[in-house]
């Protein structure tokens, strides 16, 4: 269909953020760093290549999420430890923060509950920035990989192992439930250390070799009490595939610590401020 003769004045009108986030609390991290210093290992879980395993953080602890042996993309769930039906909300953690998240910024829970579950305290891939092709790390813009989409596109093809089915399996496992109750429970996730952006000419969604290496790390402080699951996808770094046995793969730490004394002038999220009468 021809341009209107107004096409290049629509496409120059310049955009605004949906959802300016100036009104948010500013996080100051320097309580969360003084914290930190004396914390206490209190518990770790190694997530196995192509697996996926669940760990508990208790609020007002710390968890870390490390590469420690090569190049590896982790697909991250978080719940509410009490009351599974909260759960992390990506979409909205994007429409607050952008496609990717680093140092200060939040994970935010579904509806009707809409507060903070975690904060970014510390990342050692924030160099990264946005590269040449759009390009950035820790991303809430792709969902996670599933045997559904892997069947749809490889023409009916069954894969196990994918982050969805490892999610799925781990949370059954650990709440000792089956998998047809755990399954509908998982959703979609910060995909820690994967890099990603969007293609200029088309508008895909892309993944490129993770710029992670043994030693780096993402770090999480937790505002409420949070049930984790973190599968270390079957892609490996994500270079090429991210369903597959093919790609080299390596196991995730995590570590959960106490510290001694809470941090300054934190206290708990308290529950979305929404009445919830929805005009009735």
């Not at 290049?8 to 959802?19: D, F, N, S």
């Not at 968890?63 to 719940?79: C, K």
Request: negative net charge; glycine residues 8%.
């Amino acid at each position: 269909m021809a341009e209107p003769l107004d096409a290049a004045a629509r496409r120059l009108i310049e955009p605004v953020i949906c959802y300016p986030p100036d009104s948010l609390a500013p996080v100051d991290l320097d309580p969360f760093r003084e914290a930190r210093i004396e914390a206490e290992l209190v518990d770790s879980v190694t997530v196995p290549a192509r697996d996926a395993a669940c760990f508990e953080v208790p609020a007002g602890h710390f968890f870390r999420i490390t590469s420690i042996e090569g190049p590896q993309v982790g697909d991250l769930n978080l719940w509410n430890a009490a009351n599974l039906a909260e759960r992390f909300y990506s979409g909205k953690t994007r429409a607050l923060h952008g496609t990717h998240l680093t140092t200060r910024d939040h994970m935010w829970s579904s509806f009707p509950q809409l507060r903070p579950m975690a904060t970014v305290v510390h990342d050692t891939l924030e160099w990264y920035g946005i590269d040449t092709f759009g390009g950035s790390v820790h991303d809430v813009i792709g969902t996670r990989c599933d045997p559904y989409t892997h069947a749809l596109l490889s023409g009916g093809g069954q894969y196990h192992h994918c982050c969805h089915s490892n999610l799925t399996r781990a949370l059954a496992d650990h709440q000792g439930i089956s998998l047809a109750e755990a399954e509908p429970l998982v959703h979609d996730v910060l995909n820690v250390f994967m890099c990603t952006g969007f293609t200029r000419d088309t508008g895909q969604y892309f993944m490129k070799a993770s710029p992670v290496r043994p030693g780096d790390y993402i770090e999480f402080f937790a505002q409420i009490d949070l049930l984790g699951g973190l599968s270390a996808c079957p892609g490996g770094d994500c270079s090429s595939e991210h369903s597959s046995d093919v790609a080299r793969c390596h196991p995730l730490l995590v570590e959960v610590f106490k510290p001694q004394d809470p941090v300054a002038g934190w206290t708990a999220p308290a529950l979305n401020a929404y009445d919830g009468s929805h005009g009735a």
